[in-house]
């Protein structure tokens, strides 16, 4: 069975906004420095889970740049500061099949927790240099170790020029909101208002981690802020956090004036995920912030962990031939958490106003509403403090709270009459 994180606390009812400006490094260097772990290890584009007390990180890595053949690894930590391979070999990598389209190399993984089962999607191509071939693929585990692909990739590019997707789909983010994977990913189009291409994010959804819907555009450069005659490209990398009912998008920005490259990193709200994305004024890290990312800093990946909201990313300051080992690597930056407004006890005015009828529980959750208590206003919460589901009346002694759209976890129930509430933590399992 699946280890289920379990927190022990009260009713969290409220996360309240939080200051991205309060974001510093832990370290002046890489968390994850080049040729960690083996020789020549380049790590880039991290994917983090959390497990328990644990945190579970998927990153990219080749050895050396001689021949570059990009596999994925699976790294453990207890702080989020320091890691450590396990296994100590690739979990996934390429085809040995010079045809197929996984050959040349398997990169960029976004790793969710989803339907009892681990999905990982990843840019795959069938050679390095084919940046057209870029494609996102998809691979299913029960343990987050040893996986299986799906047959073939699950979103590719139309090849249609003026279509926003037409070039490449690929970097995906992956993110669990409402019953739904979102899979966001960087694609490339012509874009007839600039008359240029434009590297934009797209999105599609799942309600079963491998069948997508058809792309649509979400995200692209505002001409006041990225103007394209300036060498704005546009973005790439994106990831996904959902804190206190809005979807938080964090992307690359890319500047293709001189060279391709990676700027600096941005970040977008949404209500729902899908529409209406909102862009912060300013950059939230650029490539000069450290000295070790002169070059490019990619990949950002938000996380909370230990009431600590954490941003990983990507980083590098390759100059050849003189180039120092040190700046190349996967980065940290942390701002603790704002209070959390909480129920401190589980019961207002000492009157239960219902008992659970078994808990944990699997498929259903039900309770037995005290004859006196009729009726009474139910109301579903995860530990951060979003609505699971509608709040919800019961008339009759005898109420099932809908549940089996529910992941595996630890959530509150509340009932509410009139100035009295009953909160009772509840778990999910299987």
């Known amino acids: 069975m699946k280890q289920v994180c379990i927190v022990v606390f009260c009713l969290a009812v409220l996360l309240h906004s939080f200051d991205l400006s309060r974001l510093k490094a832990v370290d002046t260097l890489p968390i994850i420095p080049y040729g960690f772990g083996f020789s020549k290890a380049t790590w880039n584009d991290p994917s983090l889970i959390v497990e328990g007390d644990s945190m579970v990180m ?11 053949r990009v596999c994925i690894y699976r790294l453990v930590s207890k702080d989020g500061v320091s890691w450590r391979l396990s296994p100590d070999t690739a979990v996934l990598s ?45 691979a299913s585990s029960s343990d987050g170790i040893h996986w299986t692909k799906t047959a073939n990739p699950v979103i590719s590019p139309t090849g249609k020029p003026t279509d926003f997707n037409a070039y490449f789909t690929a970097e995906p983010g992956a993110v669990v909101c409402k ?8 694609t490339m189009g012509f874009d007839t208002t600039v008359m240029s291409n434009q590297q934009t994010i797209g999105l599609a959804r799942s309600s079963d981690g491998v069948n997508f819907s058809s792309p649509v555009q979400v995200i692209k450069p505002n001409q006041i802020q990225y103007p394209r005659k ?24 890319v500047n293709d004036s001189a060279k391709w490259l990676q700027y ?27 000295r070790w990312t002169q070059d490019n800093i990619a990949a950002p990946v938000p996380v909370m962990f ?21 700046y190349w690597g996967i980065g940290l930056t942390v701002c603790d958490m704002p209070s959390t407004k909480i129920e401190k006890n589980e019961q207002s005015n000492n009157i239960p106003l219902f008992t659970l009828l078994g808990n944990p529980f699997t498929d259903r959750l039900v309770v037995d509403v005290h004859q006196n208590s009729l009726p009474v206003r139910f109301s579903l ?27 595996e976890g630890l959530y509150f129930l509340k009932a509410e009459k009139g100035s009295h509430t009953t909160v009772r933590t509840v778990i999910k399992g299987r």
């Open 306 to 326: 230990k009431n600590k909201f954490m941003l990983y990313f990507a980083g590098s300051d390759f100059k050849e031939p003189d180039w120092n080992t040190d």
């Open 381 to 407: 919460y995860d530990i951060f403090g979003r609505h699971c589901i509608a709040p919800t009346f019961s008339k009759t002694a005898l109420f099932q709270v809908p549940s089996t759209s529910l992941a």
């Open 58 to 68: 998927y990153a990219s890595a080749s050895r050396g740049f001689a021949a570059i």
């Open 230 to 253: 300036d060498g704005w490209l546009g973005f790439s990398a994106p990831s996904a956090i959902i804190i206190d009912d809005t979807m938080h998008v964090f992307a690359t920005v």
């Open 179 to 186: 019953n739904e994977v979102l899979l966001y990913f960087t």
């Open 264 to 290: 600096a990193i941005h970040h977008f709200t949404s209500s729902d995920g899908q529409t209406n994305f909102a862009s912060d004024s300013a950059q939230l890290l650029r490539r000069t912030d450290f």
């Open 94 to 138: 390429p085809s040995q099949d010079s045809t197929a389209w996984d050959y040349g190399g398997i990169e960029t993984p976004s790793v969710v927790y989803f339907n009892n089962k681990y999905h990982m999607y990843f840019t795959t191509y069938k050679s390095l240099e084919s940046v057209l071939l870029y494609r996102t693929g998809h």
